[in-house]
């Protein structure tokens, strides 16, 4: 999957991702757990966006992201922001050399990018040696739910002023797949015209009782699987949320 248009048109497709929920959960973990530290590696962290945020709450965040594009979007994001975050270009499932944290973050359904069971055991056990012992892992994937209803042959849009973009989903070929098809217009001034890119992606998602298997297997233990934020129930919910410590 390529990212290098994707990036610089990320923040504008995901304007209306629900960051500071994403932060008041960390917080509310974070407190609920008594964690002895605030250091946490924000791995898939895209654009910076979450990142930032909580470093001005008061954390230390790292990132860690496999599109070079992302991290310089992310790195210009801190500058402007003031805030000083290190960024890595590092695979999910090949972490190396980064450090112990009390907090090891894979949100915003990054985990449903990757292509299969293994490579989501390969990253459970990266992410297992960057975690202190008393350290706890948090993620999100979608749920079945919304692959199935959603995700389904939905289109969505948006007109903007300086960027628009067409938004196709559709079923994929394997089980709780989703193919995504997105073309973005941006307007260029010194042409006065828009420039039209094209992007593909695939996602994919599994049964919760998967998931908690393969964390078993990586010598995780699972504490709680939450629905939306607390939201609601695991049936119904859009994105579920597992929150992990080392056995």
Avoid at 169 to 175: I, Q, R, S
Wanted: aromatic fraction near 14%.
């Amino acid at each position: 999957m390529s990212y290098q248009n994707f990036a610089y048109f990320y923040d504008n497709l995901m304007k209306e991702a629900p960051y500071e929920d994403w932060v008041d959960f960390v917080k509310e973990i974070a407190g609920k757990h008594s964690l002895s530290g605030r250091n946490i590696l924000d791995v898939g962290c895209g654009t910076g966006e979450l990142a930032t945020r909580l470093t001005k709450e008061g954390f230390q965040l790292t990132g860690v992201d496999l599109s070079e594009e992302m991290l310089e979007v992310a790195m210009a994001k801190a500058m402007d922001a003031g805030v000083s975050i290190p960024y890595f270009h590092q695979d999910m499932r090949e972490l190396s050399e980064l450090g112990q944290y009390d907090l090891v973050l894979v949100f915003c359904d990054s985990l449903n990018y990757l292509d299969g069971e293994e490579d989501i055991k390969k990253t459970f056990a990266a992410v297992s040696g960057h975690l202190k012992k008393d350290g706890l892992f948090l993620f999100d994937v979608h749920s079945l739910h919304k692959m199935e209803t959603l995700f389904n042959d939905q289109v969505y849009a948006d007109n903007g002023d300086e960027v628009s973009f067409i938004w196709n989903a559709w079923k994929g070929e394997k089980p709780y797949s989703v193919q995504h098809e997105l073309t973005f217009f941006m307007y260029d001034k010194q042409a006065d015209a828009y420039i039209r890119f094209d992007e593909d992606h695939e996602q994919r998602t599994y049964p919760v009782e998967d998931y908690l298997k393969w964390l078993d297997e990586s010598g995780f233990e699972c504490l709680e699987v939450i629905g939306d934020f607390h939201e609601a129930p695991l049936d119904t919910a859009e994105r579920i949320f597992f929150v992990c410590k080392m056995k």
